[in-house]
């Protein structure tokens, strides 16, 4: 199991804002999301997870977005 202690996303384009999703998989199978649509503003960084999340073995993070231009750096331990 890993605790998730932070989520950034970070735009990194200079002309575009970009929306973007991030869900919590298991498997192939979503299990929710942890943001939906979110619009994150050109050229900056959005912190995501309000909490540490617990994540069981198996289940993974994924961000689908718009558009290029967009990476997500977690942060995170073993429990």
């Known amino acids: 199991p890993t605790v998730v202690q932070s989520i950034r996303l970070t735009n990194y384009n200079l002309n575009i804002d970009i929306d973007s999703r991030v869900s919590i998989f298991r498997g ?10 979110l619009t994150i503003p050109k050229n900056s960084i ?8 617990y994540l069981p073995v198996g289940d993974s993070i994924r961000l689908s977005s718009s558009a290029v231009g967009i990476s997500v750096n977690i942060s995170g331990k073993k429990a």
Not at 28 to 37: A, P, S
Not at 46 to 53: M, T, V
């Open 46 to 53: 959005i912190e995501i997870l309000e909490r540490p999340k």
């Open 28 to 37: 192939e199978t979503r299990l929710g999301y942890l943001v939906y649509d």
